[in-house]
Structures are given as C-alpha cells and as structure tokens.
C-alpha cells in the first residue's frame, strides 16, 4: 500500500520563490540607491565649487570697481577675457548659476550665489552660497573720497517726545541714541535706533534739573546739569529699558555745567564762567560715588561750553575773546593751561569736535573752523567754512572724512561738511526740516550709517537722517 | 514462496522529483551568484565614483587655496590660457608654487622642491586648463578647470565615470 509523505507543494515553492526575488530586489535596490546618492553628493560638491567661482568672479570685479556690483541678478560671462556680468543667468554643463546682489548699505553688498540642477525627473538640487563685499578701496589717500549718498541727506523718521521742550543733545552707542532735552518730563530718553525706520523709546528718565550736555561711554551716561548742585549726573545704561541715576557730583561753586567728556573712568566736565574753577577732572571709577581729580580756572569770561579730550589734553570751546583753551591733563591732579589761542575774528566757539591731531569749531559767526593742534601749544587754523547759520554741535564720520552739523539755520537745519582736506572744508550736502526750527545736538553711527539729530521742533525733537540715492 | 515485487517500505525519489529539485537549486544559485557580481561591480562602481569626485575636489581645494593665498598670477599672463599654473606665494621656499599634469597626474612644485603627486595613478586628468580672467588692475583670478576619468584599460562599465571640474579662485590681498 502507499503511504503519503509530506512535501512541497507547488504553492509552497512559488511562495518561497516569491520571497527570495522580494529579498534579492531590496538588496540590490539598496546598492543602487547608494550609488546613486553617491552621484548625487559629487554632483552636489561640483556645484559648491560653482557657486564658489560665482563669489570670486564677483571679488574680483569688485576689486577692479566697486560700482561694478550693480544691484540685481545676473549671469557671469568670461567674454574678452575678464569677468563681467551678462543676462540674468549662465548655464555650465548641468548647472544654471545666478548671483544676486543686494545693497546692505553704501559701503557694502551682500552677494548671492545660486547654483541650480535638475537632479533627477522630480528634484531639482540647489547650492546657494553667501558673502559680502565691502567698497573697502573708500577712503584713501589725498583724493576725496567718492561721496557716499551724503551730499543729498534725507529725513527717514523721528520720534515725539511729550511736552514742548526741545531735543538738546543726543549720543549714539550700539543700537541705542540717548537723547536729552532741556527740561519736561522725561528729559533723559533711551532710544532704540537697531531700525532707524522705526526707532521707539526703550526707557527714560527725569532728571533733577535740566541736562545741558551728555556723554555715553559702556554702561553710563554722564550728564552735564543745570542743577548746580550735581553738575555731573550718571545715569547706569546698562538696561535700556530702565535708565537709573547711580551718583552726582558737586563741583565747587555755583555755576551750571554746559560740556561733559570721559575717558576711561575719568570726567571732564567744564561750567559757566564763575570765581570758582570751570574745569573739573573727576574720577568716576565708581559711578556711585564720584570724586575730585583736579580741577582749572579758566579766567574771566571763560566759560566752557563744550570739551573734547585727546591725549593728554583737553580742548575747551570758550565764548572768551581766546576762543580755544587748550589744558594739559597728563597730571589730572594739577591741570595746567598749555594756552589760550584766539582764534581769528572775534565771535564765540559754541561747539568743538575733534580727532587725532586735529580739531573741528563751531563759531557764532556761522563758521565751522578746522584747526591743526599737532603742536597743542600752537594751534592754528587751517581752513573754515561758512555754513550760513551758527553751528549748535558737531559729529564726525567716515574716517574722519565727513562733519555733520546741527545748525540753526532755518532752511537747512543739517548739514554734511567735506573736512578729508584739512585746508578746504566745504558743505556737501545739506537738508531741510519740515516745519521751523533749528537742530540743537547731533550723532552720527557708522555702523548704522545714520545721523541722529536733536530738534526744537515740537512734535519731532528726535530725528534720524540717512544717507540719498 | 517468496514474495516478489517492490517493498512498500522503501522511500526514494522519484525522477521527477529529483529534476525539480535540482532545477530549483540550479535556478537559486543562479541568482545568487547574479547577486554576488552585482554586488562587486556595484561596490567597484562605488569606488570609482568616490575616487573621482574625492580627487577631483580635493585637487580644486588645493588649487584654489593656493591661488587666494598667492601674491600674483605669474602664468597665465592677464588674458592667457595655458596648462600650467605658476603662482608666487608669501613663504619663500614655497615661490613660485606650479601645477601641471604629467603623465596624466597632476603635480604641485613648491620652490625649489620636487613635484608631488596630488592625484592617485589610477585616476587620468585630462583637459586641464587654466584661464588668467582678471581685471585690469585687480590682484588676479583664475579659472581652473580639468576632467578626471579612471584608468580603464579594459573599457569596462563599472570604471566609467568622467566628470569636469571648474572653479575659480581670486587673490585676496
């Protein structure tokens, strides 16, 4: 008889089969999947290398002219021989490249470089790479520098502070304008400026008195006061959002302070002409408690209405008949007066600016006086300007090439005054407030690229310029 | 009497069986083995790819690297083309820093010293190019461009692969 032994069934077989072809199919899937993302890494690496090309043609033509970058997008070309830009695209072997450039401001471009291809049917790959060139060829030399956008000011927005007092003084550091006002409530304004389209106040303050002048160095404010008991206020900066007086200063006497300087941990600050000393040196190492270093009388008549500090001396602009005193610090304990220059022409200095060797006046006969200290004894004029109206303050820019101006004149409230030739100072460029009134402080940030100005105008006391087309 | 005739307890195969049998093994084998040449060729095909791309980049790096940190482009002059490089770099000893293809290697002379290999033998470099396309008076830029393909003596599929690398690098000063 025959007995059934158990076997395959043809079911059986072609399940395994089935199977095995399922298992060899996914393994040799994963072999090619590999490849291929192996191809499509070196594909990817070649198009970096592209794109890279992209940023160095751009360089180079950069180098060659910084006006060569035109805002847009376009394509590169090495007809006759150089680099130039051409269409709006190039296609080399699978790649299609476009750089774009685009202003960031008038010294630098941010270039864009995109490298696209088709990868396969569906995809398409993408390389996008990012630099930014500068014009860093600006300032050099004796030739005046290619004007950057200045010589046509504009006005690009404010802010109104409540109550009618006028804008005075204002400071920029980082991201933040103080800004201070003679009299109301507040009168010490911390100003976010990180979009100078929009700024909006991040914090402020109300002051005993009324602040004549500021001075921002790191994370305090030193003020120059009216209040004749704490001539130098300090106000702790350091949260814009909450600005707190830390410690004052009574110099002896009874006269306001109208300039305030700082260097390191040691304030200058000079007062109203008085019997008492105009020049205080205080230390301010602790903001809360500052003390006496030394101080200087300046004679009769001589007020001091605003100081800078360059080395070891101070520069004082005076409405004496000696327009500029110049002090030696080195020793803050004994100040000492290197001289007393009269300037030519018999009207008062109201603001000073400096750098280096060299230092800017502000007179009440409408001028703007460069004059050459490299020899602080013997001061001597170099060149002026009329600017049609007296100059309130001064802010230097550009390397020292650019003075901006806040004046009292009517129709042209700011002005841009050309000083890179020491010798031939000429206004660039000038702009017209809306409304009446004059500018009372000015800043300027390079970062930023903007001018920030203090106004009498009732509904704009701060304001923000920026650079034309 | 002894009884004749086959055993009921007997078990073998029968022919059919055993063709089965042997035709299902020979058919798994067959892939098998398939799967196994795949495998090899795709892993040399891998190889291959990395090998040039690897090389090619890595070649363009050193080339580009050298020319940003190069003081001027002293062949090709300013407009030219040409197959060798020739660069003076700030180290001393290193100037003038040359690239060219020899035997289908490319090579770096550094100064005085003897050429170094920066491509594999087993990798040929063809159509190298450079192109001095600088500006005027600018500092330099250079195009460089080449193909690689692997040494493929017997034209087989899986050393196959040939791709064009170009790129550019500008003086930085």
Redesign the interface.
């Known amino acids: ?3 059934h ?1 158990p ?1 395959f069934s043809l079911i059986e ?1 072609l399940l395994s089969v089935s199977v ?2 399922l298992l ?1 199919v996914a ?2 899937g994963t ?2 999947y ?2 291929e993302s ?2 499509l ?2 594909t990817r ?2 198009a970096t ?2 794109a ?2 992209g940023l ?2 751009g ?3 950069r ?2 002219n910084y006006t060569n970058l035109f805002n847009g997008t376009h394509g590169l070309t ?1 007809a ?4 130039s830009f051409s269409g709006t695209e190039d296609i ?2 699978i790649y299609t490249r476009k750089i774009s450039i685009a202003q960031v401001d008038s010294t630098r471009k941010q270039i864009t470089c995109e490298v696209t291809w088709q990868q396969n049917g569906q995809r398409t790959g993408r390389v996008s790479l990012v630099t930014y060139l500068t014009n860093w060829n600006l300032g050099s030399g004796a030739t005046p520098p290619p004007l950057p956008g200045w010589s046509q000011p504009l006005f690009q927005s404010s802010i109104d502070a409540s109550g009618l007092q006028d804008g005075l003084k204002v400071q920029v550091q980082g991201n933040y304008a103080y800004l201070i006002r003679n009299g109301g409530s507040p009168d010490f304004l911390i100003i976010d400026v990180s979009n100078p389209a929009s700024p909006s106040v991040t914090g402020s303050l109300s002051l005993n008195g009324n602040p004549n002048n500021i001075y921002v160095s790191g994370n305090y404010a030193y003020i120059a006061s009216d209040t004749t008991a704490e001539e130098l206020q300090i106000v702790n900066i350091s949260n814009p959002a909450a600005p707190s007086v830390v410690g004052t200063y009574d110099a002896t006497g009874g006269a306001q302070a109208f300039g305030v300087w700082v260097v390191g941990t040691t304030a200058y600050i000079t007062r109203a002409s008085s019997v008492n000393a105009e020049l205080f040196i205080i230390n301010v190492a602790t903001p809360s408690s500052p003390s006496l270093l030394g101080s200087l009388e300046l004679g009769s008549g001589g007020t001091g209405n605003e100081i800078v500090v360059l080395g070891s001396q101070a520069y004082i602009a005076s409405p004496a008949t000696t327009e500029l005193y110049v002090v030696n610090v080195s020793n803050p304990a004994s100040p000492s007066l290197t001289t007393a220059y009269d300037a030519p022409g018999g009207s008062n200095a109201l603001t000073i600016a400096g750098f280096g060797s060299t230092i800017v006046l502000g007179r009440a006969d409408n001028t703007l006086s460069v004059i050459d200290v490299s020899a602080p004894a013997s001061p001597s004029v170099t060149g002026t300007v009329n600017v049609g109206a007296n100059v309130n303050d001064i802010a230097i820019g550009y390397s020292n090439t650019l003075a901006f101006l806040a004046t009292t004149d009517g129709s042209k409230e700011f002005q841009v005054v050309d000083i890179s030739n020491p010798s031939l100072p000429s206004v660039i460029g000038t702009l017209n407030l809306t409304g009446s009134g004059q500018l009372r402080g000015i800043a300027f940030d390079q970062t930023l690229d903007r001018a920030f100005g203090a106004s009498s105008f009732d509904t704009t006391e701060f304001q923000i310029f920026r650079p034309g087309p | 009497m002894q009884q004749t005739g086959h055993s009921p307890t007997i078990k073998a195969f029968t022919l059919v069986e055993l063709l089965l049998y042997v035709s299902l093994s020979g058919a798994m084998l067959l892939t098998l083995s398939m799967m196994l040449t795949q495998t090899l060729q795709i892993r040399v095909k891998n190889r291959t790819i990395a090998d040039v791309d690897q090389q090619g980049i890595q070649a363009m790096q050193i080339m580009t690297q050298t020319v940003r940190n190069a003081n001027t482009i002293t062949t090709p002059a300013q407009a030219g083309t040409g197959s060798s490089l020739v660069v003076t770099v700030p180290t001393g000893a290193n100037s003038p820093t040359q690239f060219t293809v020899a035997s289908e290697v490319l090579r770096i002379t550094e100064g005085a010293g003897s050429p170094v290999n920066i491509t594999s033998s087993s990798i040929r470099v063809t159509s190298l190019q450079f192109s001095n396309i600088s500006r005027g008076t600018t500092p330099g830029t250079v195009r460089i461009q080449f193909t690689l393909t692997p040494v493929n003596s017997t034209g087989r599929n899986e050393f196959d692969y040939q791709k064009t690398f170009i790129g550019s690098a500008t003086i930085r000063k």
């Open positions: 008889m025959m007995r032994r076997g077989v095995f072809s060899v393994f040799i072999l090619l590999g490849q192996l191809v890494s070196g690496n070649r290398v592209l890279e090309e160095e043609a360089r180079n033509m180098d060659d090495t006759g021989n150089i680099w080399t072997d």
